[in-house]
């Protein structure tokens, strides 16, 4: 995220904040910078952990905060106040139930009376989104419920949920957010994306958003993947040997664009295996990987240049664990001498 600029609002001070990705265009294979989410901010005086409420039944809220869903006791039974509209997420209960009492909830009925709210807190800021024709209107709300917090904060309400220092600071050119949750889970390191890995998986699929990396060790195989706002990442091994095409497998597709077929029926019928360079793709399919693959109930696996790897969705750190494994089995059997 950038910090394109800053506005005063009530005495207190909002950034403007666009998200920027790089993608690489088609037609010229150049990469170009384009703008992919715009929102505002205002930075608490202690970091949360992350929280998030929303009444937008199309908001993706998965894609905004790395917390769960959660089931908040209301502080009062009568109407009209009765968040119904409603969905919270958030790493503790408790944390919701203490932040959510009743002068909260009416707060939030009042503003997401007329049109769809969505606040969230990742860290160090209470974080909205912000539609271009009403930048104004999403500033007053964000600093209104960036006065609630402060108040709970200040009584010390929140104490059990503060984060202590360090944490990153926001600044013009970045702002900090958690990892994910299968991530630390797995107890690996978070960092950011490496600036290589990116333009090597956007050349595979360039509308993807890589939010984070992280690295870690699954039996001692050691493995990087990169994270997409916790709703997927990519686990990748390092190859000993670089295959000079992309070789894509895939268990029973619903569109079958086979350009390998093998000499094992029952595998043809059960994969599809795709490969722009014909020869390079039956050198990496060997008899070995084929049996290791059908044994295994692979769904997926990619080979290119130095790295094996596979796309997963809705991580957990069983699944990174389980991918690791197979991935590693699966080098194993990849061709010892050069490919091409």
């Known amino acids: ?9 009530d005495g207190v001070e909002v950034l403007g904040l666009n998200g920027r990705g790089i993608a690489i265009n088609p037609d010229t294979q150049l990469p170009y910078v384009a703008v992919v989410a ?30 769960p869903p959660v089931q908040v006791d209301l502080s009062a039974d ?42 969230w807190i990742d860290g160090r800021h209470v974080v909205a989104s912000q539609p271009m024709s009403r930048a104004d209107r999403v500033a007053r709300r964000l600093v209104g419920f960036h006065q609630l917090v402060e108040r ?27 990892d994910p949750l299968y991530v630390r889970d797995g107890g690996w390191s978070f960092t950011p994306v490496d600036r290589e890995l990116l333009f090597f ?5 360039p ?33 000993e040997r670089a295959v000079p095409d992309h070789v894509h497998f895939a268990r029973r597709p619903l569109v079958r664009r086979d350009t390998v077929t093998t000499e094992w029926l029952d595998f043809n019928d059960d994969f599809t295996v795709r490969s722009s360079d014909e020869r390079v793709g039956h050198q990496v399919t060997s008899p070995r990987l084929m049996e290791y693959l059908y044994d295994h109930r692979v769904h997926r696996l990619d080979v290119k240049g130095d790295w094996i790897f596979v796309r997963l969705r809705r991580p957990t750190a069983e699944k990174v664990r389980q991918a690791v494994r197979v991935m590693a089995g699966a080098r194993e059997l990849l061709p010892r001498h050069g490919v091409g």
């Open 207 to 239: 509308a993807s958003q890589y939010g984070g990396m992280f690295r870690g060790e699954v039996d001692d195989t050691s493995f990087v993947g990169l994270d997409e706002a916790g709703l997927a990442c990519v686990v990748m091994l390092p190859l």
């Open 1 to 9: 995220m950038v910090a394109n600029r800053r506005v005063e609002v």
């Open 201 to 205: 998986l956007w050349k595979i699929r």
């Open 152 to 178: 709970r904060l200040a009584s010390g309400e929140l104490d059990a949920w503060a984060v202590d220092p360090p944490y990153p600071e926001v600044t013009n050119h970045s702002v900090g957010v958690f």
């Open 38 to 67: 715009s929102m505002m901010a205002v930075e608490l005086s202690r970091p949360l952990l992350p929280f998030l409420v929303s009444n937008d039944l199309f908001e993706a809220v998965g894609e905004l905060s790395p917390a």
């Open 78 to 119: 009568e109407d009209p106040y009765d968040g119904r509209t409603w969905r919270v997420h958030c790493v503790d209960e408790s944390m919701a139930t203490a932040l959510l009492d009743r002068a909260a909830w009416e707060w939030l009925e009042q503003q997401g009376r007329r049109s769809a709210l969505t606040l």
